[in-house]
């Protein structure tokens, strides 16, 4: 393992989605180095991490989270100042599929990563133990459905509804005991769902904007009157690095960008911008609505009031995020052709469950 400055950070799952943007963005506006663990799973790919594999500042280390050993040995050679816990297994719809994949990453592979990293900041001293986080990236998905006009706050009780979310919120469970028994100093961040470039075409928005431009039909679970509260990637990553610096070890932080839309007027809005972007259309009319996801939540809604007062603000509009988004799909033909191959390797998921019929 090559030997880092000290004062990097570990980010565990850096290769998908929000980690690899997250990547990115440590290396534009940190001065530390960042330790990438990840599995590489079919959710996890180099070709997200194009350009910074190469940076001198980044190393990527090819492994599990419940690999106890090979995480014990990472803390120790590389020293890392605070862990930013993001690898996981993420789409609902595998989770409902085969629901004990998520026991082991989320779950055992959380606890795993807490223990190593406990018996790590035990045999630090001073500042440095002092100085010590571990951030975990949970979800919105854990408190349950939210009833209409309401949002989560830290304080709502965890009353997950899909296997995904039970093993996200065992892995709280796990983050919050071993802040209470052993001290060790836990962030935890809930976000909403997030959106943007380097998506796996499984998740809704990769997937109508994919589906659009090829004029495909664009899959809507049920009547597509379930609200989402739809966060840029770039704002996650900038609301985990504000809580990495200012959150209250013990505190469970929200992100949200308050852009609460169903699901039908999101593919609306993908189709109407593809339209705009590549001509033809309106491709409204492949919106085809498809048998409910079993035990579906019709809404969810936090409030990031105690983020904000950490001094972060959601920059990123969701019109203007969501043309962006659309213009890097359509710019990244062969990003999108590997992300597929890897979802065909995988199988399973959502491709197969959204295309029932209605
Ligand atoms: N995407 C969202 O909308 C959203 C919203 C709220 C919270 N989150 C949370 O944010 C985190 C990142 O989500 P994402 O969308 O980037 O997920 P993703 O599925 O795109 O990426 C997950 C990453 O974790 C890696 N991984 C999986 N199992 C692993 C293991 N056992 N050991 C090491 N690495 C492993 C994968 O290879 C992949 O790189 C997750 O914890 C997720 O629960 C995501």
């Known amino acids: 393992m090559t030997r880092m400055p000290p004062g990097c950070v570990l980010i565990t799952g850096g290769a998908g989605f929000i980690g690899s943007t997250l990547v990115r963005q440590w290396l534009e506006h940190e001065p530390e180095s960042i330790v990438n663990l990840d599995a590489l799973t079919y959710a996890g790919l180099r070709e997200s991490l194009g350009g910074v594999l190469g940076d001198p500042r980044h190393v990527l280390v090819a492994g599990d989270v419940a690999d106890a050993a090979l995480v014990g040995r990472v803390l120790a050679e590389l020293r890392p100042r605070a862990i930013l816990h993001l690898a996981a297994e993420t789409h609902v719809d595998r989770s409902i599929d085969s629901p004990p994949q998520f026991a082991r990453t989320n779950v055992l592979g959380t606890c795993t990563l807490l223990d190593q990293a406990t018996r790590y900041w035990q045999r630090l001293a001073g500042s440095e133990r002092e100085a010590f986080r571990l951030l975990l990236v949970s979800t919105d998905e854990v408190f349950g459905a939210a009833e209409a006009e309401a949002r989560f706050t830290e304080h709502s009780p965890l009353a997950p509804n899909s296997p995904y979310a039970a093993s996200k919120a065992a892995g709280e469970h796990f ?9 060790l100093p836990v962030i935890t961040l809930n976000p909403t769902n997030n959106y943007g470039p380097r998506q796996s075409p499984e ?156």
């Not at 048998?291 to 603000?313: E, I, T």
């Open 175 to 183: 983050a919050r005991a071993f802040g209470h028994t052993y001290g």
């Open 203 to 358: 998740k809704l928005i990769p997937r109508l904007i994919v589906s659009a431009m090829r004029g495909q039909s664009l899959p809507i679970y049920g009547d597509g009157l379930q609200q989402r509260d739809w966060l840029h990637v770039e704002d996650c990553c900038a609301a985990i690095r504000t809580v990495l610096r200012c959150g209250t070890p013990g505190r469970r932080y929200l992100a949200g960008a308050d852009n609460d839309l169903p699901n039908l007027r999101v593919a609306e809005l993908v189709c109407d911008l593809v339209d705009e972007l590549l001509g033809g259309g309106p491709r409204r009319r492949f919106i085809r609505h498809v048998a409910d996801r079993p035990g579906h939540d019709r809404r969810y809604a936090v409030d990031s009031g105690p983020l904000r007062q950490l001094g972060w603000r959601p920059a990123i509009s969701l019109e203007n995020g969501l043309r962006s988004a659309v213009q890097w799909y359509a710019a990244h033909p062969g990003w999108v052709e590997r992300a597929e191959a890897a979802l065909q390797v995988a199988g399973g998921g959502s491709a197969a469950a959204a295309h029932r019929p209605a």
